[in-house]
């Protein structure tokens, strides 16, 4: 376990949704990997599809930067949010992460937890619902919940509010760039996960203070 990271500090949990909680990344290689294999064929199909999904995420991440810099996440948002409610529903399918469950039902006996995510308020709760991590997570902080969304610290900062603490007593753990970021910028920890999009050394550069294999190894890097 990295030394910069302090368990015993820790007095409430925030979780990122999309390659945190979710396995969006293998989801969306999946629809790559159906549209590329009548082109590239049954065996290279996988990897380029993996490798495009891994080559959106950096600028998928610059391009909420730029929109935080700019002050355009709120309207952003707000329009995709507008957009979203105006869809007919549709079932969700939550994808979740292998030990997700356990794993957020064992940090929610121990430590308030929240969700802090740039989706909007609809998809963040239908997704929730439908994969039944509603009942342990009672506060979600969508991409309208605060002025600027992450990388700004804002969202965490508002989450440590909620509960009352100072963010030195807070961690947020989430898989790309920008989570590491807000948590920094907020003053609390921060764990980057490698199950979603990120990769290790760039979520050591942006200052995760420890990294783990997928939120099924927090229970025990927070001694539970």
């Known amino acids: ?17 999309d ?17 590329l294999r009548p082109l590239a064929g049954a065996t290279r199909a996988p990897r380029l599809a993996r490798r495009m999904v891994m080559r959106l995420e950096k600028p998928g991440n610059d391009a909420l930067g730029l929109l935080d810099a700019l002050g355009l996440d709120g309207p952003v948002g707000r329009l995709m949010e507008a957009i979203a409610r ?17 794993a957020v039902a064992a940090l929610a006996a121990r430590y308030p937890l929240a969700v802090i995510t740039v989706r909007g308020a609809s998809a963040t709760q239908a997704f929730l619902q439908a994969s039944g991590l509603a009942e342990h997570i009672p506060l979600v902080v969508h991409g309208l919940s605060t002025r600027r969304t992450k990388p700004s610290a804002e969202p965490v900062l508002h989450a440590c509010a909620h509960y009352g603490l100072p963010a030195a007593e807070c961690v947020m753990v989430g898989d790309t760039t920008v989570d590491i970021l807000a948590a920094k910028r907020a003053g609390a920890q921060a764990i980057g996960v490698l199950s979603g999009f990120g990769e290790e050394d760039e979520l050591r550069q942006a200052g995760a203070d420890l990294i783990l294999p997928s939120v099924a190894e927090l229970p025990a890097a927070l001694g539970l």
């Open 19 to 35: 390659g945190t909680l979710r396995d969006t990344d293998d989801h969306y290689a999946s629809l790559f990997e159906r549209a």
């Open 86 to 102: 105006r869809r007919p529903p549709r079932p969700v399918e939550p994808h979740l992460i292998a030990g997700v469950p356990a």
């Open 1 to 17: 376990m990295s030394e910069r990271f302090n368990a015993a500090a820790v007095k409430a949990v925030f979780l990122d949704v």
